[in-house]
């Protein structure tokens, strides 16, 4: 069972950045396909963007964030962080870390963005 934890949300002004961390109690994610979707008040869930285990494999970002939002995976393959920048307020939602291996999928708690004036 993996337990994901993410962190670094909150409130910011249209332009502004954040950088959400997603961990695992030290757990290696080298391995796992990881990605961070969100879910606006009223909408489904969608996915933003995804990283391929062992770096194998092309990212990938939606269109609505790409050339905005950056996906990268800590050195030591504990952490993934999104750096979101240029926020607009079509980007406040609850932002989920996913983490896939094999058949087993796994999400964290979900963590509030919000990008207002």
């Known amino acids: 069972q993996l337990h994901l934890v993410e962190s670094g949300g909150g409130l910011v002004q249209p332009g502004g950045s954040l950088n959400l961390s997603c961990t695992a109690s030290?757990?290696?994610?080298?391995?796992?396909?990881m990605a961070w979707r969100r879910q606006a008040p009223g909408q489904e869930r969608e996915l933003v963007t995804a990283?391929?285990?062992?770096?194998?494999?092309?990212?990938y970002y939606s269109d609505s964030v790409k050339g905005r939002f950056t996906i990268s995976r800590s050195n030591a393959g504990d952490a993934v962080y999104l750096q979101m920048n240029n926020l607009k307020p079509e980007d406040t939602a609850v932002y989920y870390c996913e983490a896939t291996y094999a058949f087993d999928q796994y999400w964290g708690q979900g963590i509030q963005v919000t990008v207002s004036s």
């Open positions: 990283t391929p285990a062992d770096g194998v494999g092309d990212i």
């Open positions: 030290g757990t290696d994610l080298t391995h796992y396909h």
